[in-house]
């Protein structure tokens, strides 16, 4: 059988591009470090990364939006901190036991008035908090500063006055807002009821009407159940010319019995962080995993490869010297 050059020159070429395609292959997934690039090269482990990568980037979704809900509460327990100290220093300093001797001098008292005025100013001021343009206290309304503190000492939240009559429309709209939610998707497996309403337990709430914290309404003996509102009452009787003892103690005893609502909200909100402590653990562990996942799918054993990349550019080199001494020995032909 007759062996043509040609034919020679042909097979080679053939053979030639075959090892430049399974060099460049090696090449690729050395480069990329992963099994395969494109969904022709595998589509069972293509279709099966896409379902991962899914999986991971809503995960980090969920990971991101914690981290912000977790910034959020930070800010939301700092103020009440700072609330709850102011509370503390008007409980200790401003009771009915410092209004005893020397201190009822209508000099003395009215130092203490502005004190206590200045109090309630920034128990207001913390109430307004921010974190990224959005008001943390509003409930569900966070573009709107929710307490306004007038002129003539009336504290109102969201334009509602919070000192409302129970039974009357407003002490209903504040009974309505002080239960405001706003749920986020942590991860949970976010789902509606029959109803069209999220499920309480698939969702997070990160809402805090600021009512629920310093309270809101009147007790049956007319007095008001917001501490705000009581500080302002208590520096008002201390700037009049005529100190009342009693009803001062009144408002005192009321105002350290209110006060417990901010150290409820701060108790709560502990309960908050360490449930997000406790899910962001779990989301990075399953961050984790499917990274793991994605590797075994798309990833390649490195040291494998970098053989089998040496190993194919030894064949190509090994290919271009053949092709040398072939091409070499047909042109000798040709010149005889």
Known sequence: MRITTSAILRNYKNNLSTTINTLNSSRTKVMTQRSFNSVAENPGAAARASQLHRKYYKNQDNLSMLNDVQSRQDGQEDAMRQINDMLKTVGKDY????????????????????????????????????????????????KNPPFVLSEDGTLTYRNINVDAAKGSEDYKELDRLSNEKLYVDLGLGLSLDENN???????????LPGINAVGYGKDDDEMSNNVIVLTGQMADLL?????????????????????TGILNQVTELGVKSEFLTTTKDRLENTDISLQEQMQNVEGIDLAKALTDYSWNQYAYNAALKVGTSILSASFIDFMK
């Open 95 to 142: 009771g009915i036991q410092a209004m005893s001797g020397t201190n009822q001098t209508f000099e003395t008292r009215q130092g203490y008035s502005s004190a206590l005025k200045e109090f309630q100013k920034s128990m207001v001021l913390s109430l307004n908090s921010t974190y990224e343009d959005t008001f943390l206290f509003a409930g569900s309304d966070g």
């Open 197 to 207: 309403k999220v499920v309480p337990s698939s969702a997070f709430n990160m809402s």
């Open 239 to 259: 700037s009049a010319e005529t100190f009342d003892a009693q009803q001062y103690q009144k408002l005192a005893s009321k105002f350290d019995k209110v006060s």
